[in-house]
DNA sequence: AGATGAAGTGGACTATAGTCCGTTTATGTG
DNA sequence: CACATAAACGGACTATAGTCCACTTCATCT
């Protein structure tokens, strides 16, 4: 995956590549993912030892030998660090999602592989309540912006297609991943414990599971 | 509705009145009920003028005359001062569902009552999006908080335990709220425009209604 | 009316998110 | 290797939410 030009001279302003003309993203430089790296896992740590409200963005950069300009210009703002740490437990369930054993992955009947995806999505969410609840109500309409969430949309969207031939299922999808939220479940669970919450949650979408 | 002593002396600190032995709220000064009004209808002037998200609480307390503790010490934090504001118009839609006429009032089956409610419901947010999305999203949790929502929840519970007895209609009501929330309305609507948007959580929601 | 203390007031102060921009450094080129 | 350029850096700076507390005002009791 080297940066080699083919041909010639080619007349392009020196310094660009053939990967910038392809429309790559640019390779990092070595320093930024040294500097990211060094930030992930100062964050990591942090969060785990005080907790995520109570470790400012000031501290994050200290922790990692870092200015404050270089943490926000990789990361955007404080959920965006958050989500960048939950990216590798995110990517598992999607991965089981695609092309893991049913009823989560294909091969199931779309409404029980609806249930399978509720019940998977909130074992994700309790097991890092915190770091979700950061990413998704730092800033108001964030959590719609993730790329995560377009990724469980979308698998609950082509679900209801299946399950509910001639539903609006987009919205709909939009509609049903509402009671999932990092918040509302943490106020769901507070209220009656995490047993009746996704109780609640599975039965509200079971009502549309099936026909 | 006068504060008179009953009876003779009675051995209680000076200052105290029937209506704090009583266990009544105490009535609020003529000082603080003058700056109350002052502040909020500054506060919907410039709401209205500059858009909420552009109005800081320096500008409010400014606006209003009054100093910043004062603001504060009244309406707690920003997401307090929007929920006052949105106060009468709430009261509005909790006297139609408490005495109105059917099906939002009591009368109609508890089916109809619910997708009543959810349209009426829908009617007031997209209203007042603006404030509603302040009252809500301002800090982690304030949704569940604010007085208003107990009353829409305790309200929908009640009739999903009407409509499908046997229910957990506690949480189920929690969740079924869920996409009623302002920030989710927002990027509903956003994607999908208002008509579709509603007609997802209709949807949503009609799955319940019926047994 | 005068005294009294609880309630209310206002603005200086703190904490923190996020921006800006002059400086430094990595990388590819000749 | 020396150079040019774009990317990355970092910390001073701004904006704003929310706290704190010494001082003032109101309502009530005598």
Redesign the pocket.
């Known amino acids: 995956m080297s940066?080699l030009?083919i041909g010639g001279p080619r007349s392009v302003?020196?310094?660009e590549?053939l990967r910038t003309l392809v429309g790559e993203p640019?390779?990092?430089?070595?320093?930024?993912a040294?500097?990211r790296a060094k930030v992930l896992a100062a964050a990591a740590r942090l969060f785990r030892e005080r907790g995520v409200d109570d470790v400012?963005?000031?501290a994050v950069a200290a922790a990692a030998g870092?200015?404050?300009?270089?943490l926000?210009?990789?990361f955007g703002?404080?959920s965006g660090l958050a989500a960048a740490l939950l990216d590798e437990r995110e990517r598992e369930l999607q991965g089981a999602i695609l092309s893991g054993p049913p009823p989560l992955g294909p091969g199931a009947p779309a409404g029980e592989r609806l249930t399978a995806f509720v019940d998977a999505y909130l074992d994700y969410l309790f097991g890092h309540l915190d770091l979700l609840r950061m990413s998704e109500t730092?800033?108001p309409g964030a959590r719609y912006r993730i790329g995560a969430y377009r990724f469980w949309r979308l698998h609950v969207a082509i679900l209801l297609a299946e399950a509910r031939p001639g539903c609006d299922a987009d919205p709909l999808a939009h509609a049903l991943l509402a009671p999932l939220a990092a918040d509302h479940m943490t106020a769901l669970a507070a209220g009656y414990g995490e047993a009746r919450a996704r109780e609640a949650v599975r039965a509200l979408v079971l009502g549309h599971g099936r026909g």
């Open positions: 940066d030009e302003p020196s310094g590549s640019p390779v990092e430089r070595a320093d930024a040294r500097n400012s963005m000031d870092v200015g404050k300009g270089t926000f210009r990789r703002d404080k730092s800033s």
